[in-house]
C-alpha cells in the first residue's frame, strides 16, 4: 500500500504561481512512477504529467508543456508539481497517483491521493 497526500492547492490570480506537494507515505516511493491529473466538475480525471520511477524521463500534456514541472525528492518521498503562468483553465482538482510505469492513462496507476483544489482567477 501506498498512502498519498496532495497539498499547495489554493486561489492564485492569473499569471501566478503555484506548486503542489503530493507526500508519499508506505511501500517504497523510489519504486513507483509518479504522475499528476486534474479534474473538474463533471468531467473526466485528464492527465497532466508524469515523472519515471527512476525520475530520468517525464512525460506532459500538451496544454501545461512549458508551463508546469513535475519532479520528485527521494529523501523527502514527495513528488512536486511546479506551475507557472497560470490560466483560469488550469482551475480543477489536483491529483497525485502512483502505479507502476509513468503513463498518461488514468487506469494505469494504482494508487491515489484525495486531491487539492486550485483556482486561477481572472
Known sequence: QVQLVESGGRLV???????????????????????????????????VAAIAW????????????GRFTISR???????????????PEDTAVYYCAAGPRSDYRVDEYEYWGQGTQVTVSS
Not at 73 to 83: C, E, G, P, R, V
Open 54 to 65: 527512476s525520475g530520468s524521463r517525464t512525460y506532459y500534456a500538451d496544454s501545461v508543456k
Open 73 to 87: 525528492d527521494y529523501a523527502k518521498n514527495t513528488l512536486f508539481l511546479q506551475m507557472d503562468s497560470l490560466k
Open 13 to 47: 490570480q492569473t499569471g501566478g504561481s503555484l506548486r503542489l506537494s503530493c507526500a508519499a507515505s508506505g511501500r517504497t516511493f523510489s519504486s513507483f512512477s509518479m504522475g499528476w491529473f486534474r479534474q473538474t466538475p463533471g468531467k473526466e480525471r485528464d492527465f
